[in-house]
């Protein structure tokens, strides 16, 4: 028993050492930073720019 508590107390600490070490972006952050890294990863700027300013208008959509 005392084996069981001391593995999952040590398994949560470690959890929260490694979050504290990793820099977490919220889903609902929208810095410009952000949207540049969006942009390069999924080659935006190769695309037709009015299709892509439509579905950008889809996304505010629906986060709203």
């Known amino acids: 028993m ?3 508590l001391y593995s999952f107390i040590m398994r949560g600490e470690l959890t929260k050492v490694s979050l504290t070490k990793t820099p977490i972006i919220s889903r609902h952050s929208s810095s410009e930073a952000l949207v540049q890294e969006y942009v ?3 080659s935006l700027d190769l695309l037709d720019s009015e299709q892509v300013n ?5 996304v505010l959509y ?3």
């Open 40 to 42: 390069e990863r999924l």
């Open 2 to 4: 005392e084996d069981k």
């Open 62 to 64: 629906i986060r709203l």
């Open 54 to 58: 439509a579905a950008k208008l889809m």
